[in-house]
């Protein structure tokens, strides 16, 4: 096909990920006629993916250390299976500029921005100075801080005043951030967090923000080419957050004003290409009525909710990465600039009890969703019959509803929803039904902080029955 023959430095695509990151990354290769190439550790060798790709290689155990993130396994494939290029998907390795380095060095093409740029923004902190100096309007925070000396860690938190926001420098989605109120839970939630950040990134090195009281979570998405063309894709709005995890993503953003955004978007668009960056990248942004937009952190990799995005810009963002990545011209990927249509919700489904939220790993004795439903997509790596461990991200599917608007697309994904049967795990699909189903979410109202009191307030008006029942395994 044409963008195959645009690509022609790609041949063979191998992705360091798993499960619903794999088989998303594994049709776009095969969309563009490439051969995708997947690993998989012990614990994964039943999942569907590993059947969908041309070649797969075992890298090791269950652990992450020992499989997804061990770098010299993954090279070794990159050897093995003679693919000329590798996608890291999201999470693992994806934000990794050490490891982008060594495939470059290798020979082989990183498909995301050049290393430099996820060595200064994959790191938040040093993020925030660069975006600073651009130009974004910061919220105060602390420069990286001694691990172990909590004095300077105490002294930092009173500089920027109580609540503070502890956050992981070189890590994303939300894992080891924990809000502090007081001086007195800081040594206790430090420790906590460096332990995560260090289990999950391989960096425990972490920062201070100040604590910004309800605001949203809206994030601007972009794609480049490496010839200095950056174009956005709109922005999202992923205020539905547990722990500082998103849980419902949308787009566009509602109840903001139009002229706003775009103006947001076209700035950071130019702000990127005048420093060059490259092939794909998200602006994370907090609003608040007060004081606007301030800078949150870039990610430079592929987010786990594009999808909406592509559904209101009818954009395959993942083909769009491959081919920029091998160096095709944002022209010729991109040659018109997509409008807006319609409005695209997001549900990640999570393997977790839906009112304690404690993990809920087992075997998927029942996995069904509904199949061909006009404005629904399904995005999973499991099947029925497969283990759900706990060794990794217990999202276990995403379900995307696409409508003319807002409503439409809700009403599409509450219906998908209730139609979902999962069975032998508990899920937070009755959580995730009561947050759409409150008038909180209704109203386009979501702050980051604000699940707690959405379901505290559909609890007022009404229980659906149909909900309680899933929660059985």
């Not at 606007?292 to 999808?307: D, I, K, P």
């Not at 977790?352 to 999973?380: A, C, H, W, Y």
């Not at 379900?399 to 508990?426: V, Y």
Request: net charge neutral.
């Amino acid at each position: 096909m044409t963008a195959a023959r645009k690509s022609k430095s790609i041949r063979k695509v191998l992705i360091a990920n798993r499960g619903a990151a794999a088989a998303r990354i594994v049709r776009a290769v095969q969309g563009l006629g490439l051969k995708p190439v997947v690993v998989y550790s012990e614990a994964d060798a039943q999942l569907p993916y590993v059947e969908q790709a041309a070649e797969s290689y075992c890298i090791g155990p269950a652990p992450a250390k020992q499989s997804y993130l061990d770098q010299g396994a993954l090279l070794d494939c990159m050897r093995r299976s003679g693919a000329d290029a590798l996608h890291p998907g999201y999470g693992f390795l994806s934000e990794n500029a050490a490891f982008a380095q060594c495939v470059e060095e290798a020979g082989h093409c990183f498909i995301g921005p050049s290393p430099k740029w996820i060595e200064l923004l994959g790191h938040k902190a040093r993020a925030r100075d660069f975006m600073g100096r651009m130009g974004l309007a910061l919220g105060g925070s602390s420069a990286v801080l001694p691990a172990n000396d909590m004095q300077a860690v105490h002294t930092a938190a009173r500089q920027l005043g109580f609540p503070v926001l502890i956050k992981p420098a070189g890590g994303d989605g939300g894992i080891g951030m924990f809000p502090v109120h007081s001086s007195d839970e800081l040594d206790g939630a430090w420790l906590r967090a460096s332990a995560l950040a260090e289990k999950a990134f391989s960096d425990p090195s972490l920062y201070l923000e100040r604590f910004v009281q309800a605001p949203r979570h809206i994030e601007f998405q972009f794609l480049a080419d490496r010839h200095g063309h950056v174009m956005s894709l709109f922005e999202r709005d992923c205020s539905t957050q547990r722990r500082y995890q998103k849980v419902i993503e949308e787009s566009p953003a509602p109840r903001l004003d139009r002229a706003v955004l775009q103006n947001m978007g076209e700035q950071l668009e130019r702000m990127l290409a005048n420093v060059g960056y490259d092939v794909i990248g998200t602006v994370e942004m907090l609003y608040t009525p007060e004081s606007g937009f301030s800078f949150l952190e870039v990610n430079t990799r592929l987010q786990v909710e594009h999808a909406v995005t592509e559904a209101v810009t009818g954009t395959d963002i993942v083909q769009a990465q491959i081919r920029l990545a091998a160096g095709e011209r944002l022209a010729e990927v991109m040659p018109v600039r997509p409008a807006l249509n319609g409005h695209a919700i997001e549900a990640r489904i999570y393997a977790e009890d839906p009112v304690r939220f404690f993990p809920s790993p087992g075997m998927l004795k029942v996995f069904q969703f509904p199949d061909n439903v006009p404005g629904i997509r399904v995005e999973t790596g499991y099947a029925q019959g497969n283990a759900v461990t706990s060794h990794y991200d217990p999202m276990v599917s995403k379900l995307i509803a696409h409508g003319r608007t807002r409503d439409e697309a809700a009403l599409r994904l509450r219906s998908a929803l209730a139609a979902t049967r999962i069975e032998g795990i508990k899920t937070n699909i009755p959580m995730i039904e009561r947050v759409l189903g409150s008038a909180r979410f209704g109203d386009a109202a979501m702050t980051v902080d604000g699940l707690q009191a959405a379901l505290a307030e559909q609890a007022q008006t009404s229980i659906n029955p149909t909900v309680e029942a899933k929660e059985t395994v």
